[in-house]
Nanobody, 129 residues
Framework: QVQLVESGGGSVQAGGSLRLSCTSS????????MGWFRQAPGTEREGVAA????????YYADSVEGRFTISRDNAKNTVYLQMNSLQPGDAAMYYC??????????????????????WGQGTQVAVSS
């Protein structure tokens, strides 16, 4: 099990960028799928991007493809989410999640909430128009 702490949230204008970080303690992030999810008030928590830490394979929601980039630094036990061209619709609480896996997820499992067992407390992202 890992304890996840997110950072890097903040307030930006539309078109701006932010980089979120998720650092793990308690165990390394190797052999894990790690994902970023977001939840705006009154909406369901949705998957945004995910990565398999052993080989760097990644998966994105259509809504962020080409704007967001997920990456990892296994030596630092940290996963990043670089968010560019932010839009007001991207405003939400962003959560990091992790699960131990010996193979990477497939298809929709990448961004399914139930795929993940460990969750951080979230970091807020606000985007003004």
């Amino acid at each position: 099990q890992v304890q996840l702490v997110e950072s890097g949230g903040g307030s930006v204008q539309a078109g701006g960028s932010l980089r979120l970080s998720c650092t793990s303690s308690g165990d390394t992030i190797t052999r894990r799928a790690m994902g970023w999810f977001r939840q705006a008030p009154g909406t369901e928590r949705e998957g945004v991007a995910a990565i398999y830490t052993d080989d760097g394979s990644s998966y994105y929601a259509d809504s962020v493809e080409g704007r967001f980039t997920i990456s990892r630094d296994n030596a630092k036990n940290t996963v990043y989410l670089q968010m560019n061209s932010l839009q007001p619709g991207d405003a939400a609480m962003y959560y990091c999640a992790a699960t131990l896996r010996y193979t990477k997820p497939g298809g929709s499992a990448w961004l399914r909430r139930t795929t993940y067992t460990d969750w951080g407390q979230g970091t807020q992202v606000a985007v003004s128009s």
